[in-house]
């Protein structure tokens, strides 16, 4: 089937571009070209898209303001941004409603692959409910703590971008999206940034706060309903698993993996965030069942959802437009067979961290995940299995002497 994509821009001449472009898809896309909001919200209301891409700065109704009502009436469009710099307060403001931003100028090879990609990402997916689920999650939300916390810092009167960064670091939602949006093209930087704290004070201080009071970007676990999840565990477990995963990948991968098994062992879990926010009573059961059972939690949620956090976390991070390598990281951190990355990849690091991190008695919800060693031996890697136990172990003991001195003694 043909994917139906809505181009919507107010100058007759960018979208008489656009048309001659993308002549070329013609076979894969209906394309549809609207000159204003107003116009794509009617031709909406007539045939649903599968995606949207929608310049900002328009007389009436701006780009902002038609991505919160398409996000309203329509979730589970897919929504792009193709905008110029110039427009930057306008894009904050969307920073909700938009699940990919491109800037202009931008050549055809670049737009297909983001719409194909996107698309392709529904693989992932067995159920259209849970893709629909997926598309209309906003942000993934904080744990109370965090969010009081960063509420707080930044009401001071003398809040330092430092004590920020700290903050949003210890959240596993806030974490995603800075990364989200500081490696957008809408920044253009000439390196990916990894570390949240970083992508913090590039934000600078202005830009967080207009996010937080104005965008409402981060949102809360509303209380008593994190199904089950402990905050302080899951936020433990990531962090060990995004340095677990780094230090493995240390020992032979590129540059770019080490810094990309770190973001993904950050994030792996982060479907989690999404079922409990969403789908809350019932995971909170199937919590209960797992630990009940001592089976893992990603099989009592197949069951029951036809998929499990991973996949559902590595879609929402692929609507995000995290690299592919990210994405498939937490997709099949569980199963890194179902992917077709080799060597010591992301997928694998991340895969060995999170199993080391359940066989330590870190991650206590359920059984964990073993390691697939039948996989490791096809891959040739079998042999590394002891070096990367080593260098996980010295990790955890380095980094429990560093809590230690940072704890007071009394
Ligand atoms: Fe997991
Ligand atoms: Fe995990």
Request: with cysteine.
């Amino acid at each position: 089937m043909k994917l139906r994509i809505l181009f919507v821009d107010d100058e007759p001449r960018v979208l008489q571009g656009l048309r001659r472009m993308l002549y070329g898809m013609r076979n894969e896309w209906d394309m549809v070209f609207a000159e204003s909001g107003e116009k794509a919200l009617e031709l909406l209301s007539q045939q649903p898209f599968d995606a949207i891409v929608t310049d900002m700065r328009m007389p009436g109704m701006n780009g902002a303001e038609f991505l919160a009502e398409v996000t309203a009436r329509y979730p589970d469009t897919i929504r792009f941004i193709l905008s110029g710099h110039s427009d930057q307060d306008l894009i904050l403001k969307s920073v909700g409603t938009a699940h990919q931003y491109l800037s202009k100028p931008c050549d055809a090879q670049t737009l297909k692959n983001a719409v194909r990609r996107a698309n392709e990402l529904r693989k992932l997916l067995a159920d259209e409910s849970v893709s629909r689920l997926a598309k209309q999650i906003r942000t993934l939300p904080s744990f109370p703590q965090v969010y009081v916390d960063l509420m707080s810092e930044l009401r001071l009167p003398d809040t330092s971008i430092q004590r920020i960064g700290e903050i949003i670091s210890r959240d596993i939602g806030m974490t995603a999206k800075v990364l989200q949006l500081v490696n957008s093209a809408f920044f253009g930087l000439p390196r990916r940034v990894t570390d949240p704290a970083q992508a913090v004070s590039l934000l600078g201080l202005e830009v967080i706060k207009g996010l937080v009071f104005t965008v409402h970007i981060f949102s809360e676990f509303k209380i008593g309903r994190t199904a089950g999840i402990d905050p302080d565990q899951l936020w433990r477990h990531s962090m060990n698993v995004g340095r677990l995963a780094k230090r493995i990948a240390a020992t032979s991968a590129t540059e770019a993996d080490i810094s990309d098994s770190l973001v993904a062992g950050l994030l792996h879990d982060a479907g989690k965030l999404m079922l409990a926010a969403n789908v809350s009573e019932q995971y909170a059961k199937l919590v209960e069942q797992a630990v009940e059972q001592q089976e893992p939690l990603f099989e009592v949620e197949k069951r029951a959802f036809g998929i499990s956090h991973a996949e559902l976390g590595g879609y929402l991070l692929g609507l995000w437009a995290f690299p592919d390598n990210i994405v498939e990281a937490l997709a099949y951190h569980h199963e890194p067979s179902l992917s077709a990355a080799v060597g010591l990849s992301p997928v694998l690091a991340v895969h060995v961290a999170d199993a080391i991190d359940h066989e330590l008695g870190n991650a206590s919800i359920g059984a964990g995940a073993q390691i697939d060693f039948a996989h490791l031996e096809r891959l040739g890697l079998a042999s590394e299995l002891a070096l990367w136990r080593e260098v996980c172990l010295q990790e955890l003991q380095e980094e429990g002497v560093r809590d230690e001195q940072a704890s007071p003694v009394c």
